[in-house]
């Protein structure tokens, strides 16, 4: 079966074609971090009003590329929530005409789990039971999956995302805006020879907090002079690695606790090389196996998302074309 896929949860306009919810047809994705990145973070109202002017482009783009036609198409998914509300409406409501005009079986996504499901579509998928994290500007959440539709949360954020951590420190350091793809490219040029706070929490608490951390290379960054090209690159590539140590350490032990081999990481953040290369090489003396989505799956697409509608609409657990977004986790 072919589910169209479609994603606004943020500032990427996205729709895929995915067949049985493994092969992708076709993902289209439209950024508007040209735009956002002008005012150094996600404005929302410009965010929906782009997912307006983007969505239908991108969805006629996504099937032309696929090569299919309309009646090919056997369900409908959407990002549902978490989110910005007013751009998951743009999506949602479409998603949801889109299904109603056509007669087709429709689901409402998580965006979490859509992550997660990003490692459905490598080539190699992890088989369960895995450690998952999702890490992006908004969440960073460590479950252990055990089935398609299990997902136990055993720890997430306490205050900052790790990406939203990555974005802030970006912009303390004059980089702009989104800050870890920069901060990852300096991080190449120096050592990280600055020490900065490691946030583990209590000894068995999955939890993470990067404000610590923050506010350290605030600090930081108001005693000493970080002008230079060099120093900003010091202090970049030393936060990073504070960050990878905790995020690392968290997933290593949360798999040895729940004695499981795999670890599958998604999200945004999770397009960052230098941590998926320390985190195998960490995971790997524990004989555990690290998973990693092709960096076009790890930020927000259309693709997972279509992933994931396509295994609940296989099992018949179907949206209400009634029901609506929500820009809080419901259960997750
Ligand atoms: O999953 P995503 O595209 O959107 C959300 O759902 O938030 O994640 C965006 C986040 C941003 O905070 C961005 O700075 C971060 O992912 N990010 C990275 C890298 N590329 C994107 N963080 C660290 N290293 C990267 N290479
Ligand atoms: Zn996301």
Redesign the pocket.
Known sequence: MIVLGIES??DETAAALVQDGRIILSSVIASQVDVHCLYGGVVPEIASRMHIESLVPVVDEAIKKAGVCLSDIGGVAATQGPGLIGALLVGFSFAKAFAFARHLPFAGINHLEAHIYSLFLMDDPPEFPFIALVV???HTNIYHVTSPNHFELMGRTRDDAA??A??KVAKMLGLGY????V??KLSLIQNPDILFPRTLLEKDSFDFSFSGLKSAVARYIHDHDVSSDHEKARVAASFQNAVIDVLSQKLIHAALFKKCSRIGIS???S??RTFVGILSKKAASHRIRTFTPPLELC??NAAMVAARGYTLIQQGNLTSLEDDVYSRPKIN
């Open positions: 949860s943020c992006s500007g908004g990406g939203e990555f974005d989104p800050g870890g793809p901060i990852e999200g945004g953040v397009a960052n930020g927000d």
